[in-house]
């Protein structure tokens, strides 16, 4: 084949490159004008952007005010007592006005204590959880901590310091944890929290009831 053929074809081979550098180019670099956009599907439409000026309305803004009154939803934080279990900073020593201590509130918390701290806790409240069991097995068997990390042993309830607690400050554990506790806010509803630290009340009191009680209650 003659050499000027050869040299032509590879010429018009790297002319041909040119346009696709360009494209790629255009397309990888900021420039001042909106790419070409053929398909528009919904991308452009007429709207109104937040904090812009519309003239449909008499106060001339495109945002409206929320009506006079309104509360966004799950914000209402002004009953510390019931939604914190403190009362001026201080942890609540009586339950709530909303919460009517009875036997079907302490139903409801023995059934959601065993659901939620049962497995770490114990059923009674010792700390002796299967999830407990379960990390000093692997724990016993392990040379050095599992995966990196220490197990931290669910508190026993019955230890005087926790048995002393008022039951704002148990109300508040549940809510928002403590130390390597997680919180339980998302998972349980404010009301059966409140129906828990009853039933954790109560479990305290069953394995500490001074001898007589139960003779004085039922005459
Ligand atoms: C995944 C395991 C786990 C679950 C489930 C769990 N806890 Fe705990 N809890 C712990 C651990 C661990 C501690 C000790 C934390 C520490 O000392 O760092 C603790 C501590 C506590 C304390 C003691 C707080 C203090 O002041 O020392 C209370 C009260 C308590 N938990 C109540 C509950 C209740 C009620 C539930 C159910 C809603 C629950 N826990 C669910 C692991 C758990």
């Known amino acids: 084949m003659p050499r000027v053929i050869v040299f032509t074809i590879l010429l018009l081979g790297l002319l041909a490159l040119i346009p696709p550098a360009i494209f790629a180019r255009m397309r990888s ?9 053929i398909v528009q599907d919904m991308d452009y439409q007429p709207k109104f952007k937040t904090q812009t000026a519309n003239p449909l309305f008499a106060d001339g803004r495109a945002m409206r005010q929320p009506v006079p009154g309104a509360v966004a939803r799950g914000e209402v934080m002004d009953d510390p007592h019931y939604l914190e279990g ?9 339950f709530p006005s ?11 918390g ?9 497995v770490c806790h114990g059923v009674a409240g010792y700390g002796d959880g299967m999830v407990n069991l379960r990390a000093m097995a692997l724990m016993a068997n392990a040379d050095g901590p ?3 990390t220490a197990w ?5 309830l019955h230890l005087p310091e926790v048995a002393a607690q008022p ?3 148990i109300f508040h554990s549940i809510t928002n944890g403590i130390r390597n506790m997680a919180g339980y806010q998302a998972q349980i509803a404010t009301a059966d929290r409140w129906a828990i630290v ?12 001074p001898a007589g009680l139960r003779a004085e209650a039922t005459p």
């Open 98 to 108: 909303q919460v009517e201590v009875n036997m079907a509130l302490l139903d409801r």
């Open 167 to 169: 039951v704002g400050q």
């Open 198 to 209: 009853a039933y954790v009340k109560a479990l305290q009191l069953s394995q500490n009831a």
């Open 29 to 37: 670099t900021p420039g001042p004008g909106r790419p070409i956009h």
């Open 152 to 156: 931290v042993q669910p508190k026993n």
């Open 110 to 118: 023995r059934e959601r204590f065993n659901i939620y701290c049962s």
């Open 86 to 94: 403190a009362i001026d900073g201080q942890w609540a020593t009586e």
């Open 146 to 148: 599992v995966d990196g």
